[in-house]
């Protein structure tokens, strides 16, 4: 008797796998082959949950936003609705990279731009819901500059300042910009 089925994990370890090769090879190194391979599946089963590559790519670009998603999301929960609350939970899983949730959706922002649709809609939703809180190019730019910050760090770019004191300069102009209610 062969293994009992089931299509959710199995779609799942695809993923994960995927997910795996593009964070330690780069969007280059996700191959179909190597996706099967690292899963342990046949080539017609990696087709069977993901019809082509692009759709796989697809899964994975719409994986890292949830997981971005969900890094923010856990940050928002203990922090009261006050000016910059969202601002301050979109920085705070930028800078800590929770679960390279922000690594992998850049590294697939950045090799495939068909991708930026994802990202765009799900902050577009995102600021709308918190519009009375995170409004305005203050806030904006302090986001920005998270970006630029993880950014620099990945590329080994600081322009000669410690990540700390990045950090602690974006924290007093996210203060300044959002301050206490």
């Given at each position: 008797?062969?293994?009992?089925k089931?299509?959710?994990?199995?779609?799942?370890?695809?993923?994960?796998?995927?997910?795996?090769?593009?964070?330690?090879?780069?969007?280059?190194?996700?191959?179909?082959?190597?996706?099967?391979?690292?899963?342990?599946?046949?080539?017609?089963?990696?087709?069977?949950?993901?019809?082509?590559?692009?759709?796989?790519?697809?899964?994975?670009?719409?994986?890292?936003?949830?997981?971005?998603?969900?890094?923010?999301?856990?940050?928002?929960?203990?922090?009261?609705?006050?000016?910059?609350?969202?601002?301050?939970?979109?920085?705070?899983?930028?800078?800590?990279?929770?679960?390279?949730?922000?690594?992998?959706?850049?590294l697939?922002?950045?090799?495939?731009?068909?991708?930026?649709?994802?990202?765009?809609d799900?902050?577009?939703?995102?600021?709308e819901?918190?519009?009375?809180?995170?409004?305005?190019?203050?806030?904006?730019?302090?986001?920005?500059?998270?970006?630029?910050?993880?950014?620099?760090?990945?590329?080994?770019?600081?322009?000669?300042?410690?990540?700390?004191?990045?950090?602690?300069?974006?924290?007093?102009?996210?203060?300044?910009?959002?301050?206490?209610?």
């Amino acid at each position: 008797m062969g293994r009992p089925k089931q299509p959710e994990a199995l779609r799942q370890s695809l993923l994960d796998h995927a997910i795996a090769l593009v964070l330690t090879q780069g969007l280059h190194g996700l191959t179909t082959d190597a996706v099967a391979r690292a899963a342990g599946v046949s080539k017609g089963g990696l087709f069977h949950h993901f019809a082509s590559k692009p759709a796989l790519v697809e899964a994975v670009a719409a994986e890292a936003v949830a997981r971005m998603a969900q890094a923010i999301d856990a940050r928002l929960s203990p922090d009261p609705a006050r000016p910059g609350r969202f601002t301050r939970a979109y920085v705070g899983a930028v800078v800590e990279d929770t679960g390279s949730a922000w690594s992998l959706l850049s590294l697939l922002l950045l090799a495939e731009p068909s991708m930026q649709r994802l990202w765009d809609d799900w902050i577009a939703a995102q600021l709308e819901l918190h519009a009375a809180t995170d409004a305005g190019p203050d806030l904006a730019i302090l986001r920005l500059a998270a970006d630029g910050i993880w950014l620099g760090q990945t590329a080994a770019m600081a322009q000669g300042l410690p990540r700390a004191a990045l950090l602690d300069r974006l924290a007093h102009w996210l203060d300044r910009a959002a301050p206490e209610g």
